[in-house]
């Protein structure tokens, strides 16, 4: 690869050109060339796809608009003082900003009128941040100019305050960090003002190590355990090696590029790369090569995976992508407005499917989003939290306290979901209330000191306590309903935090092996109950692949396996893209997202929203459609609500997991609760009906993927 310049009369670098190698052998010589004005002042770049920016100044210098080949405009607009006052986009929204006499800014408003105020002490400091909603935040400081307090105002009167102290110990510096709940965690930093030792308010200390040359080298866990880094002489990692000593090295190129990683296992992964530093391969520990080939911009426009079948790509003149065609030869295309945002996904013309289009608020946020189930609408508060979404099987809307936190979510549907959420000091759930329930209807959460999840209790009364090791890592979770243990689970852990057996309350024990990577070897039941005690093998590639599991566990069989070089399972058809078509005498049906769509040739079916969320599935002429909840507090998209022929007939609510399910099972309301083992199972459920029978409690005993069902007396 060799780069050349050139330069005009007043030493302005005027062009720059490179010549390098393709990855097919060729060479090729990509040229940007730059135009200045009078005053030497960058005025135009051409890039090598004759794409272009152009620049205008002020008399002060400053830039007053950019103009790109589209003929895109951003305006910029200062006062006498050359500060910036104005940005106006292309779409002709614009964000303004205020000023005092110091040249602070005091005012920001964005492109929705809404306005954020800043406030400050005499000596220039930020003290208060007021938000357009009337929620703040303030700052106070020491007499050396050092944070001392934080706070977040709840109210005028109500305030969560985390305060720092800054102390010494000798040549060291200590800082004692407070929250609102008053834990305390410790940060000494050593003569260098590296971070040394870190205690939380459990003491439970972490200590880190630096080489000479100020890199992190060791980091030794309450449990003398460590994680140790090793470096070359530019810097670059070259191994890390794990608190059980298992050791990935790193190799590099001249370039200081990744070539090669050695796992714990001595197996490969190797990289490779073309002049422009683009990654152009990828071969596994199994040999298979993924090759990738970019344009002269750098921009990806084929992928090659090891069975030989590409995926394509285009982009239009801003650099979006413009065009996919998948490994299926099937064409997805798309369109931005004038500020880059996508506002239309257009599917290969063979699926016959309806494109999902999009438009956004003043402040960029989605307003509306139409797709093939329907337009979903979205609305949004001063501070551009979601207030309501209106999607085509009901509304969801939404209400927050001045820090920002979620406290309600009510449906539009009768008998939909209704739901109130609590916090506590550190914003951590706290508790959540279900208004559909008569009783019984508030689960609440509690943590310990180090902000671990120490319990929570569901209304029906049962209890989830957990125990954690001095990494923080879960040792033990009870789970009870007043005097009555439900279940105990006592989990032992190796080095690197890998489970290696669990006890439950009845004796039931299940003892784990692993390989050097951590993948599950076997598994070993005793002391079951109900005599179903044995042992399941696990063996794998190199890659990952599980090649067998032998058994001698009841109910779990054995099963040997193979893959072809794109890692799909051989014994089932699959298409380029990777998706199942026919297993086990069940074929599938895939959308032009990839997504199943239909299961048998039709006898069932589903429908996606312009986002990828299941809406809708119809069995035997029976059309479920589902309302999605993907602002709850377990941060993912969640189904809240059932409905057929616009009848509500299942309700879930959902606090850090799902907490409950209410359906009509047969003609009577029912609701069921769900508890969880160590590894986030439902582990046991319990049954309420209306009018209410005796309640009913079933556990669920795993081994692998497969699971049973057990009464609770």
């Known amino acids: 690869r060799r780069t050349e310049y050139t330069y005009d009369d007043n030493g302005n670098r005027a062009t720059q050109a490179v010549t390098r190698t393709r990855s097919d052998g060729t060479t090729e010589r990509l040229v940007i060339a730059f135009r200045y004005d009078g005053e030497n002042r960058l005025v135009k770049t051409i890039y090598p796809d004759q794409t272009y920016t152009t620049v205008e100044y002020n008399q002060l210098g400053k830039q ?48 929705g009128e809404r306005t954020t105020r800043y406030k400050y002490d005499n000596v220039g400091r930020l003290v208060e941040t007021l938000y357009p909603d009337g929620g703040r935040t303030t700052t106070k400081y020491d007499a050396l100019g050092r944070v001392q307090e934080q706070s977040r105002w709840l109210d005028q009167t109500t305030k969560y305050t985390t305060t720092y102290r800054h102390e010494s110990e000798g040549r060291r510096r200590v800082v004692y960090v407070t929250d609102p709940l008053q834990h305390t965690t410790k940060q000494l930093f050593d003569e260098a003002g590296r971070l040394w030792k870190v205690t939380d308010a459990k003491s439970h200390t972490t200590a880190y190590e630096y080489d000479k040359d100020d890199r992190r080298t060791k980091v030794v866990y309450p449990d003398t355990t460590s994680d140790v880094m090793e470096y070359d002489g530019f810097g670059q990692v070259v191994a890390k090696t794990d608190q059980a000593q298992r050791t990935t090295r790193f190799r590099y190129d001249g370039a200081g590029r990744l070539v090669k990683v050695i796992d714990a296992a001595q197996k490969e992964t190797a990289y490779g790369y073309d002049e422009a530093g683009n990654q152009t391969s990828q071969t596994d520990a199994n040999s298979h090569t993924t090759t990738y080939v970019y ?55 063979s699926f016959g499917a309806a494109p999902v289009t999009y438009t956004y608020t003043a402040t960029g946020r989605r307003e509306t989003m139409a797709d093939a189930t329907g337009t979903t609408s979205y609305e949004y508060d001063a501070r551009d939290r979601l207030k ?66 120490e319990s929570y209790t569901y209304g029906n009364g049962v209890k989830h306590a957990y125990t954690y090791d001095s990494l923080n890592r879960l040792t033990d979770l009870a789970i009870s309903k007043a005097a009555l243990t439900l279940n105990r689970y006592s989990y032992t852990l190796g080095a690197a935090g890998n489970r290696e057996s669990v006890t439950e309350a009845d004796g039931r024990h299940v003892a784990y092996t692993y390989d050097a990577l951590y993948r599950l ?55 380029a893209n990777g998706n199942t078509k026919q297993s086990a005498g069940v074929s599938y049906t895939y959308d032009w997202e990839n997504r199943l769509t239909e299961v048998n040739d039709g006898a069932v079916q589903y429908a996606y929203d312009g986002d990828g969320n299941r809406v809708s599935k119809t069995v035997a002429g029976v059309t479920t459609v589902y309302l999605v909840d993907a602002n709850n507090p377990t941060g993912y998209a969640q189904v809240v609500e059932e409905l057929q022929g616009g009848q509500f007939v299942r309700r879930y609510t959902y606090g850090s997991d799902l907490l409950s399910q209410r359906q009509i099972i047969p003609g009577r309301w029912t609701s069921s609760y769900y508890g969880y083992d160590g590894r986030g199972s439902v582990a046991f459920s319990q049954t309420l009906r209306v009018p209410p029978p005796t309640p009913t409690l079933s556990a669920l005993m795993y081994i692998e993927s497969q699971s049973v069902s057990k009464p609770i007396k």
Request: overall charge negative.
């Open 295 to 349: 344009d002269s911009l750098g921009r990806r426009t084929r992928r090659t995976l090891p069975e030989g079948m590409s995926e394509l790509y285009t982009y239009n003149d801003a650099g979006l992508l413009e065009s996919r065609t998948d490994f299926n030869g099937k064409t997805t295309t798309y369109k931005y407005d004038e500020l880059n945002r996508l506002v239309k996904k257009t599917p290969d013309a």
């Open 64 to 111: 007053t608009k950019t103009t790109d080949q589209s003929r895109r405009e951003t305006r910029y607009e200062y006062d006498e003082r050359g500060r910036l006052l104005r940005t106006v986009y292309p779409d002709n929204r614009k964000e303004e900003n205020g000023y005092d006499e110091e040249g602070r800014r005091t005012s920001f408003t964005d492109r």
């Open 388 to 453: 309501t979404k209106a999607t085509p099987f009901g509304t969801l809307a939404y209400t927050y306290d001045k820090l920002g936190e979620l406290k309600t979510v009510r449906s539009s549907n009768q008998d939909g979901v209704s739901a109130d959420y609590g916090y506590d000091g550190l914003g951590r759930l706290s508790s959540v209330t279900d208004n559909r329930l008569a009783g019984g209807n508030v689960t609440t959460y509690g943590y310990d000191d180090a902000g671990n999840l």
């Open 521 to 575: 070897k076997s598994e070993t039941v005793t002391v079951d109950a109900g005599g179903v005690n044995g042992r399941v093998d696990y063996d794998y590639d190199d890659v990952g692949n599980r090649l067998s599991r032998t058994s001698t566990l009841p109910g779990v069989a054995p099963q040997s396996s193979a893959y072809d070089k794109n890692d799909r399972l051989n014994s089932d058809s699959s298409d």
